[in-house]
């Protein structure tokens, strides 16, 4: 479980926390959306200790993130908006085997990890590439497999779906609901809803640092306008 209480976070005078009180069961799918501002991205960025709150707490699996950095960023892998912030190697195969790499695995079980993450982003036979030589789309397809290599208690992706081909943003969509499916707790940030809200427990609109909406997409859906969402559009009773 993660689960923050109470959080603050300030950006000098700015606040960008209100004291936001957040609990997200193991192996639940959810989306966290809001507006440009409302404090999505800093919030998460507590989870694994990427950000220190002002005040109140953050735990993963019952143990505090600011006692044992290192357990909550095993245990939370996060695929940022700006996939260049987490590269860490030249070339893709290097940089996707490197958290498996630092958990002390067996060459074997960091070479099917980086085969099957790679397989997933529809990046197969590419990991002698290098990083810098791939477009944009590609490079977040990279970060996203680095992630998924890890086979984390909890997934955090940041607008995971910006500068993808719909090819792509299908396979990394089939292959999020694939690991909510086995245990996986998934947290999709996002302003766009189009993509996973279909697929989310629980939809968690943040207002002004704030929580504002909480709870499955029906019961928020009419009210996510008022906190700047745009709603996605509902599914006809025809599709399947």
């Known amino acids: ?19 936001v009180s957040l609990a997200i069961d193991d192996g639940e799918f959810v989306v966290l959306a809001g507006a440009n501002g409302s404090g999505k991205t800093t919030l998460v960025r507590h989870f694994n200790g990427l950000l220190e709150p002002d005040s109140g707490t953050v735990s993963v699996n019952g143990r505090s993130v600011a006692a044992d950095v290192v357990a909550a960023r095993t245990a939370v892998a996060m695929v940022f908006q700006d996939p260049r912030e987490s590269f860490v190697a030249a070339t893709v195969g290097a940089d996707v085997a490197f958290g498996p ?27 002698d590439e290098r990083i810098d030589a791939l477009s944009g789309g590609e490079q977040a397809r990279v970060a996203i497999a680095g992630a998924l290599a890890m086979e984390p208690d909890h997934l955090v992706l940041d607008e995971p779906f910006a500068g993808l081909d719909w090819p792509a943003r299908e396979a990394v969509e ?21 993509d996973v ?25 009419d009210r996510l306008a008022d906190v700047g969402v745009r709603p996605p559009p509902r599914r006809s009773s025809a599709e399947p």
């Not at 060459?107 to 790679?118: F, Q």
């Not at 939809?203 to 928020?220: E, I």
Request: no cysteine; net charge positive; proline share 2%.
């Open 1 to 19: 479980m993660i689960r923050t209480r109470d959080l603050v976070h300030r950006y000098g005078e700015a606040r960008a926390l209100a004291g």
């Open 174 to 194: 089939d292959r999020l609901v694939a690991l909510h499916g086995d245990g996986t707790s998934v947290v999709v940030v996002t302003h766009d809803l189009r």
């Open 101 to 127: 790499e630092n958990l002390g695995l067996p060459r074997e079980e960091v070479d099917r990890r980086v085969r099957e993450a790679l397989s997933a982003v529809r990046m197969d036979g590419r990991g």
């Open 197 to 221: 809200a279909a697929h989310a427990d629980r939809v968690v609109a943040l207002s002004g640092g704030r929580v504002a909406l909480d709870g499955p997409l029906d019961a928020v859906r």
